[in-house]
């Protein structure tokens, strides 16, 4: 009798755990604007592995650039005043910090989840690839207890590079709103707390 409960027991903790992240073994072509948006997941969800910087700096095209919610650019995050954007040197600046400094990173974008058919993909032939108004929310812990989240939508672009590979060639933050009367963390300001 307790065999057969440790059986039935062990069989139900292994289905939590398989069922705890359904994203870890989803498959896809990491050589696709799908792959590296399920690629930046993984890299900021797993920042203590020291080679996802590397990662996520290979994932950004060599004139790729941040645009700040329109709302952010001209105020300031402590001292540093935000500009209209980045570059893909200022970003993984901030991104380098942030994976050092944060006890914890949780990015999500829940589109992704239905599969690279319901995202969207380009057509045979193209070179550029555009989408437009993507739900993302970005949670950066300091530590146990505080830290910020910013929740919205982002617009993304990406290019065929020279070798054939896709890349990210912009990242438009529209996470800006304001709740109560309360402006809510973007994802520019939690970058720039970072940079």
Partial sequence: MSLRIIIIVSALVLVALVS????ADRIYDPNS???????LINYFNNHEDEDNIKRVNNALSSNFIFYFDHDDVGDYVGYYKIPVSWTRTEMMSAVRNMFDQAYNIDLQIPILRQGEDAFGKPDEGDTTFAKSNVPLTLTVLKDATDGYQAQGFCDFEFGKGGSGNWLMTTWRDKTGSVLLGIQAATLGTIFALFY
């Fill in 20 to 23: 705890c992240d359904e994203d």
């Fill in 33 to 39: 604007s799908y792959g590296i948006l399920m690629g």
